[in-house]
Each structure stands twice: as C-alpha cells, then as structure tokens.
C-alpha cells in the first residue's frame, strides 16, 4: 500500500530538530496513533512558526536542513507525521534511526545537498511550494513562484522496496 508522495511543502529552516520537538515525551503513552495528531511539533521553537496554526494545515512535505530527527530513538516521530498526512521529509541529513524508522512506515526520508536545500528554502519563501516525488525514477520536482526545480535523489534498493511495500511490516508480509 504506497503512500502519496508529495505535496504542499512547509518549511522548518533550521538543523537538529529532535524527536521531542517532533512529538513531546510526555504524549508517548497514547495507545494510537491518531491521539497523537494534535501534538505534531508542538514544541518547535522556530521563528514565525506555530504549529497550532494553520502552518501544518495540508502539508505533505517538510523540509529541513541537517541532522532532522535526531534525539531519542522512538517510532512515534515519523508516526506523527503520518498522522497528519505527511509522508515526505526532504532534509540534508538524518539522524539515522529516525531515518530507518521512515521507511519502516512506507514513508519517504529524502537527502539532497546543502545547495538544493538552500534552492527549495530560497523558492519557498517568494510563494507556495509544492513537490512532486517520483519515487521510481528517484526524481523530485518542486514548483512555486513560477520556478520549477528538479532534483535526483539516493536510496537504497531495500529501503525503496520497503516504501514501495507500505512499510516494513507489509514487506514482510508479501515476503515470508
């Protein structure tokens, strides 16, 4: 079961935000994933950005600069996103068991150079930005501001099929 892919972007212009920005602690007691909607980056502190807003309101990608995700290692973070209809990161880098936990929930953890970050920071700040993902072909385009830019991006053979499963307890399923 693939996921959509893309969509309205927001952009979080800063690196290391951690996974209790992404989701607080104190909400890792809920017994299901939809009680934590609410709380998504409910204590991101980030100039201009409120989360209980309309900022997250139809998004579908984030993006971010370096090291997003890091922190305590927990499933609750790309669950969050999930949540909310947020099934793409696109980011510099990650922190690597948050990454892992993205495609383990058949969700999309995009790396591209500084430069292109810097690119999509840049168009989305003259208008809204949406991205469209090519998972196949590895491909990203994002359009806003009568800009168009296309970029090429990395994943493993495996973590593509787990996204292509839906996650990777779905990958498992079809498999043993």
């Not at 299901?32 to 139809?58: I, N, Q, R, V, W």
């Not at 090291?67 to 927990?74: D, E, H, Q, T, V």
């Not at 003259?126 to 991006?153: H, I, N």
């Amino acid at each position: 079961m693939q996921k959509e892919f893309g969509g309205r972007a927001i952009v979080l212009d800063r690196s290391d935000i951690n996974t209790d920005e992404i989701i607080p602690a104190k909400y890792l007691t809920e017994v299901t994933k939809e009680a934590l909607k609410p709380y998504l980056l409910e204590d991101l502190k980030l100039e201009g950005f409120d989360p209980g807003g309309t900022a997250l309101a139809g998004a579908r990608v984030v993006i971010s600069r370096e090291n997003f995700g890091c922190g305590s290692s927990r499933e609750h973070a790309p669950w969050v996103f999930e949540v909310n209809g947020i099934h793409t990161i696109i980011a510099e880098s990650y922190a690597r068991i948050f990454r892992q936990n993205m495609f383990n929930c058949g969700m999309l953890a995009i790396e591209l150079p500084r430069t292109a970050i810097d690119a999509l920071i840049a168009q989305s700040a003259t208008a809204p930005l949406s991205v469209v993902v090519d998972l196949e072909g590895q491909k990203l385009t994002a359009t806003g501001g009568g800009q168009t830019l296309t970029y090429d991006f990395d994943i493993s053979s495996f973590d593509k099929a787990l996204v292509a499963a839906g996650g990777w307890v779905e990958f498992a399923d079809a498999r043993y």
